[in-house]
């Protein structure tokens, strides 16, 4: 984004269509809440001028309850993985094409996929799943297919590319745009959540369950944070 920002304010791409990053930082303190809802205000209103009048509460209550949709959807996927109709990595592609396409059609395929998978018999067994902390954001499935070669099940990853992407609904009730704004400002796009203890619900949430019977921890060499999260983390 910075680096095509730069490239613009030098004249080198006249006709790079508009740039918009919603940056929001992850925390809950008070002058954070404050930058964000800022810089959330900012966005709106440049998307508002930008669409000519499109943009509307109206608008933004129906892209919500597709979205909510999905997310009632993407639960089912993850139920589907504890019940071992659908493997973590075939899991993965399944989330992941909801970034590359439209977002109906998304909602109309994956109800079709689940309806597929659904009457396939469970094979999960208790402590039979795996369960991946990740101190980076998952960007490949690579992970899940090397477990998965040597007889792994890979049910669960602390990663919105993952479980924790059927995340809780945008409220539909009161202002479309205080609800937005309530929502990202506690759902995280990576490992961070905050405060930490947000982090560990979502853990003990999943390790609760009868089929995770094992954790890997992966902690590639940029070692991003999880190094400092690990000792609270076991």
């Not at 992850?26 to 209103?45: E, G, I, T």
């Not at 799943?129 to 998952?138: C, F, K, T, Y």
């Not at 961070?192 to 609760?208: I, V, Y």
Request: hydrophobic share 40%; charged share 25%.
């Amino acid at each position: 984004y910075y680096f095509l920002k730069e490239i613009y304010r030098l004249g080198r791409a006249p006709h790079m269509p508009p740039l918009l990053m919603l940056d929001l930082m992850p925390s809950q303190r008070d002058s954070v809440l404050a930058y964000n809802r800022n810089r959330y205000q900012a966005f709106l209103d440049r998307l508002k001028r930008l669409s000519d009048g499109k943009l509307t509460a109206d608008s933004l209550k129906a892209a919500c309850v597709l979205t909510n949709q999905i997310r009632a959807l993407h639960r089912q996927i993850q139920d589907l993985r504890f019940e071992g109709r659908l493997s973590g990595s075939q899991a993965l592609k399944v989330i992941g094409a909801g970034v590359f396409m439209d977002l109906s059609d998304y909602a109309r395929d994956l109800q079709q996929l689940i309806t597929h998978l659904t009457p396939r018999p469970a094979i999960s067994k208790k402590g039979s799943g795996v369960m991946i902390i990740s101190a980076e954001p998952l960007r490949f499935t690579q992970l899940h297919e090397m477990i998965e070669d040597v007889g792994g099940t890979v049910m669960a990853e602390d990663d919105v590319w993952g479980s924790r992407t059927a995340s809780h609904d945008i409220a539909a009730d009161g202002s479309i745009e205080d609800a937005i704004f309530a929502k990202y400002t506690v759902h995280s796009s990576g490992p961070d959540s905050f405060p930490a203890s947000k982090r560990d619900e979502f853990l003990n949430e999943m390790l609760k369950r009868d089929e995770i019977g094992a954790i890997v921890f992966y902690v590639p060499p940029s070692d991003r944070k999880l190094g400092w999260d690990l000792p609270r983390l076991t």
